[in-house]
């Protein structure tokens, strides 16, 4: 995919959430899946504020004063903005994180200084496992499939979400995402008869709804694929990594982010072997290296900024699990649920987003789960 650039100068400030460094399979689950510090939440963000020339310099002292915070408090964080306690499920999370009067109180401050957010954000599960959709469209070469593919990816998302387990097993026996092509056809045999298989339950249980309609029609697809295009398969996407990884580090996601930017300034929280990784790569690569960036320690109190754009980013990480959590009913009621300080947070961030979109629109970038997209319109209708 061609990456789209942005000629607009502004000064971006970024920072992490849920960077859990290395996405592996591991059988039939993820390496992340036991690691007691991480919740494994598919959702990374990379994200915070950006600054054009006409946006005005925020008083952190006087931000500080509207959120309460002690003069002592030199350096911001995610914990003195909103407590999230373990047991909090996404949507309890989300709601509580609105709930914040500090919350609505930075998100008064960035717009009437006329600063915007952004983000990258990756659902990594979901971004892990496209290739094989795009891989069996490019088997069938139907026009139908190649329209239609960004719903077959959600189906096959879904069908991980239904039985994981079972697919991860598959993936990982098939040494994922190192598929040769003698392999290619058994592959899609086994991926057929696991989505069958979960059909089977479904109709077992009497459930005609939305997840056995979509498994049935992703199981349309790839039997399609087997019976009629079988010389054809070549998993050409997928065939030439290392078994086992799915993401072997992070930093093509700041490396994506940085390049859509070229003429801006970049200032990111310190993260040595992210930072180690891509001065590594710019050494080979002219537009890389004639980006300006450069890493910071976020604790510094001369660099205030970059930890709005860490409380910027863990609320924008909140949003998204809200999102990959919910059912479409539950994002339906969400907004009654609410209180009016929590309606009016939600007010805000919906302001900031639409702002920022309106701005330049690859401010917000995510790769997303398209029923996830769904969700956002409803709720931010």
């Not at 598919?42 to 006409?54: H, R, T």
């Not at 509207?66 to 964080?77: A, D, F, S, V």
């Not at 999370?93 to 008064?108: D, I, N, Q």
């Amino acid at each position: 995919m061609e990456l789209i650039l942005s000629k607009n100068k502004y000064t971006i400030y970024y920072d992490e959430s849920n960077n859990m460094r290395k996405l592996l399979l591991a059988g039939d689950e993820y390496n992340i899946d036991n690691d007691p510090n991480q919740d494994a939440s598919p959702i990374f963000v990379l994200a915070g504020i950006a600054f054009a020339n006409f946006s005005k310099q925020i008083d952190f002292d006087l931000l500080k004063k509207k959120m309460h915070l002690q003069n002592e408090c030199t350096e911001l964080k995610f914990s003195q903005m909103v407590k999230i306690r373990a047991k909090y499920t996404p949507i309890e999370a989300f709601r509580y994180a609105l709930g914040s009067k500090r919350f609505k109180a930075l998100f008064e401050c960035l717009s009437s200084s006329k600063v915007f957010i952004h983000y990258e954000m990756i659902n990594t599960v979901y971004w892990s496992f496209l290739d094989i959709i795009e891989d069996i469209v490019l088997c069938t070469n139907a026009q139908e499939d190649w329209m239609n593919q960004i719903f077959y990816k959600d189906c096959l998302y879904r069908l991980i979400k239904l039985d994981k387990e079972n697919f991860l097993s598959l993936m990982t026996g098939f040494n994922y995402p190192n598929i040769t092509k003698e392999h290619s056809l058994k592959f899609l045999e086994r991926l057929n008869d696991l989505i069958m298989k979960n059909v089977a339950v479904k109709f077992s249980e009497g459930s005609k709804d939305q997840d056995s309609e979509m498994l049935v029609k992703l199981g349309f697809l790839v039997y399609k694929c087997i019976k009629l295009f079988s010389e054809n398969i070549n998993f050409e996407l997928v065939f030439d990594h290392d078994k086992d990884i799915l993401i072997e580090d992070f930093s093509f996601f700041y490396i994506n982010r940085l390049k859509t930017f070229p003429n801006s300034k970049h200032i990111l929280d310190k993260e040595c072997k992210i930072e180690e990784k891509i001065n590594n790569i710019r050494m080979h690569d002219p537009e890389l290296d004639a980006v300006n960036f450069s890493f910071v320690e976020s604790k510094e109190a001369q660099n205030y900024l970059v930890q709005i754009s860490d409380v910027t980013a863990g609320f924008i990480r909140l949003y998204f699990n809200f999102l990959e959590y919910s059912s479409i009913e539950d994002v339906s009621l969400f907004m009654d649920s609410l209180n009016p300080i929590q309606k009016q947070t939600m007010s805000l961030f919906k302001e900031l987003l639409d702002k920022s979109a309106e701005e330049c629109h690859i401010l917000l970038h995510r790769v997303v789960v398209p029923m996830d997209e769904h969700k956002a319109s409803i709720l931010l209708s």
